[in-house]
């Protein structure tokens, strides 16, 4: 068994291998680090389409997301999250749908 | 490390699940019941785009093991739930949620004639 998941450690490995400029990593399982929500900032997604970019992400976390429950992700270039930022004052962060309250409900695995 | 492989029997049930309706969904649950929050919300927005119900179908992988296990590597896809439509992957909750929310989803399901 691998060290246990945590924010700290999803954040490092995207900021690695995603070569990421931004990563927010919220920990949406209550508690027990089986489920996780991200907004990724990469320029990695540059000219990529939604799939593509999430298919990258699924790569750089394979191990990862096999262990845990639930997996969400954001994926935007730095342009688009500046631009997102530039018009809403803010960025809405990981996406919090399929939640409740921002925390997974639903059946265990 | 043990390399998995789809057996030629889950595969071809996969391909006869992704071609039994022109929009498929693979959930956890049913779409009167779902088991999970992403499945629901997948669902949810299915519904909102108005979809046809005779051109949709869902499997609940909670019933079968072998479809689980098997959906995650026939489309190279980690999580559940997972879109087909015309037979081609479209990607997870995420994915289904941000397409509906930026329009991509209206155009798609319109293009592929599959709203009621």
Redesign the interface.
Known sequence: MAQSITEDSVRAALTDRLKASHVEVQDMSGGCGQAFTSLIVSPEFVGKN??QR??LV?AAL?DE??QIH?????CQTPEEYEKEKAATGGNDGP?L????GGE????RQ | IQARFLSDQTRQAIDKAVSSAPVVLFMKGTPETPQCGFSRASIQVLGMQGVDPAKFAAFNVLEDNELRQGIKEYSDWPTIPQLYIDKEFVGGCDIIVSMHQSGELAKLLEEKKVLA
Request: hydrophobic fraction near 40%; proline fraction near 5%; avoid cysteine.
């Open positions: 939604s799939l999430h298919r699924n394979k997301i096999a639930a997996w969400s992700a954001k996406p749908d399929g939640t409740a997974v409900t639903g059946v």
